[in-house]
Nanobody, 125 residues
Framework: QVQLEESGGGLVQVGGSLRLSCAASGLPFRDYTMGWFRQAPGKEREWVASAVRNVGTIYYAESVRGRFTASRDNSKNTIYLQMSSLKPEDTAVYYC??????????????????WGQGTQVTVSS
């Protein structure tokens, strides 16, 4: 019943920009913290950013702070990730996820219960 669907990935050059979207359905969107994660081949899934349920506070991983901007639109049940100044190390499959918790700063994949299929982002010279 719950579905998360990412879109907006693609191939960009170093220094370029992309905007990812994730549309959610089948859940009370405002009651879930929404997160962005990424995973490169041979590496663990890495937390990127999250938007806290109800209050909407945004948290960022240090590796993307100042370059990426996350946001949520509760009227459209959608979250976004605006990425700029992209680097080769940003290359990964990007996933959106949903979590329900009394805590606000959710940085681990195990804290999220619903996941999208992911969208590929490739940054090349």
């Amino acid at each position: 019943q719950v579905q998360l669907e990412e879109s907006g990935g693609g191939l960009v050059q170093v220094g370029g920009s992309l905007r990812l979207s994730c549309a959610a359905s089948g859940l009370p969107f405002r009651d879930y913290t929404m997160g962005w994660f990424r995973q490169a081949p041979g590496k663990e899934r890495e937390w990127v950013a999250s938007a806290v349920r109800n209050v909407g506070t945004i948290y960022y991983a240090e590796s993307v702070r100042g370059r990426f901007t996350a946001s949520r639109d509760n009227s459209k049940n959608t979250i976004y990730l605006q990425m700029s100044s992209l680097k080769p190390e940003d290359t990964a499959v990007y996933y959106c996820a949903a979590a329900q918790s009394t805590y606000q700063n959710l940085r681990y994949a195990t804290q999220y219960v619903y996941w999208g299929q992911g969208t590929q982002v490739t940054v090349s010279s």
